[in-house]
């Protein structure tokens, strides 16, 4: 029987593709700060914008597409139960081959109604605007969860890292919560890699660091991991 393994990603895995997080932004997207475009306020205040900003962030998506930390992730399949948390809200996991992918903080290839937050929609193209509605007749929202708002999946994450036989955390170095607690999970038998070029959050376990970006240190990794086969 394989092993357990779960991944949490950040993003350093997706910016290798070319995707602007919203550290690279500097907390700015067109002079506007991130939580005017990113936040239940923002959405009441100025859904136009809103739309616009992540009709953008979808156009670079639709370009984009999965790295060597992508595909290496995907083909640790071959040897482990493999299970994917995601705080990234691409879908390069899923298109480089990952099966089990949980996404933390939304999916941007979605919509979702604002009058009922069960229903979701698969976008067709990158653009979302005023009057696209749902089959209820309200507008649709991205399916993001915002700053301010609650990470409905955490529950399902938690469980997923109690379960894990291997821990690997790739492209974030633990900054933001409440994903950054998921460590606090792993069982302490299991052994944690870090494949991040920062430095990690404060940790209290002792965890293999290697210290290189994603689409390098996913070939250590695969390396490291071949003891536990």
Same mark, same amino acid.
């Given at each position: 029987?394989?092993?357990?393994?779960?991944?949490?990603? $950040?993003?350093?895995?997706?910016?290798?593709?070319?995707?602007?997080? %919203?550290?690279?932004?500097? =907390?700015?997207?067109?002079?506007?700060? /991130?939580?005017?475009?990113?936040?239940?306020?923002?959405? *009441? #205040?100025?859904?136009? &914008?809103?739309?616009? %900003?992540?009709?953008? #962030? #979808?156009?670079?998506?639709?370009?984009?597409?999965?790295?060597?930390?992508?595909?290496?992730?995907?083909?640790?399949?071959?040897? %482990?139960?493999?299970?994917?948390?995601? *705080?990234?809200?691409?879908? &390069?996991?899923? *298109?480089?081959?990952?099966?089990?992918?949980?996404?933390?903080?939304?999916? &941007?290839?979605?919509?979702?109604?604002?009058?009922?937050?069960?229903? /979701?929609?698969?976008?067709?193209?990158?653009? &979302?605007?005023?009057?696209?509605?749902?089959?209820?007749?309200?507008?649709?929202?991205?399916?993001?969860?915002? %700053?301010?708002?609650?990470?409905?999946?955490?529950?399902?994450?938690?469980?997923?890292?109690?379960?894990?036989?291997?821990?690997?955390?790739?492209?974030?170095?633990?900054?933001?919560? +409440?994903?950054? =607690?998921?460590?606090?999970?792993?069982?302490?038998?299991?052994?944690?890699?870090?494949?991040?070029?920062?430095? +990690? $959050?404060?940790?209290? #376990?002792?965890?293999?660091?290697?210290?290189?970006?994603?689409?390098?240190?996913?070939?250590?990794?695969?390396?490291?991991?071949?003891?536990? /086969?």
């Amino acid at each position: 029987m394989k092993r357990k393994l779960v991944v949490l990603s $950040g993003a350093g895995v997706s910016q290798e593709s070319g995707l602007q997080t %919203f550290r690279d932004m500097g =907390g700015l997207w067109e002079q506007y700060e /991130v939580t005017d475009v990113a936040s239940p306020e923002a959405w *009441q #205040r100025n859904p136009e &914008l809103v739309l616009r %900003f992540y009709n953008e #962030r #979808r156009r670079k998506l639709w370009e984009a597409s999965p790295n060597r930390a992508h595909i290496g992730i995907a083909q640790l399949e071959k040897l %482990f139960d493999v299970q994917v948390v995601t *705080q990234n809200v691409d879908d &390069l996991h899923e *298109q480089a081959g990952s099966s089990h992918v949980l996404h933390l903080h939304g999916e &941007l290839r979605k919509a979702r109604s604002t009058a009922d937050p069960n229903l /979701v929609y698969t976008l067709q193209s990158p653009e &979302l605007n005023p009057g696209d509605l749902c089959e209820k007749g309200s507008q649709l929202r991205p399916h993001i969860v915002w %700053f301010g708002e609650p990470v409905p999946n955490i529950g399902k994450a938690v469980t997923l890292v109690s379960g894990a036989d291997i821990f690997v955390i790739i492209g974030t170095s633990l900054q933001v919560y +409440p994903a950054a =607690g998921l460590i606090d999970h792993v069982n302490r038998e299991a052994p944690v890699f870090l494949v991040d070029p920062g430095l +990690p $959050g404060t940790i209290t #376990r002792q965890v293999h660091h290697i210290r290189k970006r994603a689409t390098e240190g996913i070939l250590l990794l695969e390396e490291m991991l071949s003891v536990y /086969v």
